[in-house]
């Protein structure tokens, strides 16, 4: 049995149970977060952004929406836990962003 985080008494299954509800949150936070890092490395350093966006085809533009929709949940529970240097990481992967057109078909192609 090991001991609680909020006292020195064995932990409780109750207390275990809570703690590692407590956790999950934070996890699944930095595994997205992670995860947006690793994608966004993989895109704007390889040799030709441009063939790796046109090989997405028809499924580039809701890969890019599904990532907004994940860094926007990663940056308001960044914001709520007042974590700067999680939101500097968030905005540096965002930064990495060339500019982007997206057509109806749900290709993506690089303005610039």
């Given amino acids: 049995m090991s001991t609680s985080l909020l006292t020195e008494q064995p932990e ?6 809570a703690r590692e509800l407590l956790a999950a949150p934070m996890q699944t936070r930095d595994v997205l977060l992670n995860q947006l890092n690793d994608a966004s490395l993989r895109l704007w350093s390889s040799a030709d ?7 997405l085809g028809d499924k ?3 890969l ?5 929709q994940f860094g926007e ?3 308001a529970l960044l914001a709520s ?4 240097a999680g939101l500097a990481r968030l ?5 990495r962003m060339l500019p982007l057109a997206f057509y109806e078909d749900g290709t993506v192609t690089l303005t610039a």
């Fill in 64 to 68: 890019f929406a599904l990532n907004q």
């Fill in 73 to 75: 949940l990663v940056g």
């Fill in 12 to 17: 409780t299954p109750a207390q275990r149970v």
């Fill in 91 to 95: 905005n540096a992967i965002n930064g």
């Fill in 60 to 62: 580039a533009a809701s």
């Fill in 81 to 84: 836990e007042g974590d700067s």
């Fill in 49 to 55: 952004p441009s063939a790796v966006l046109a090989a």
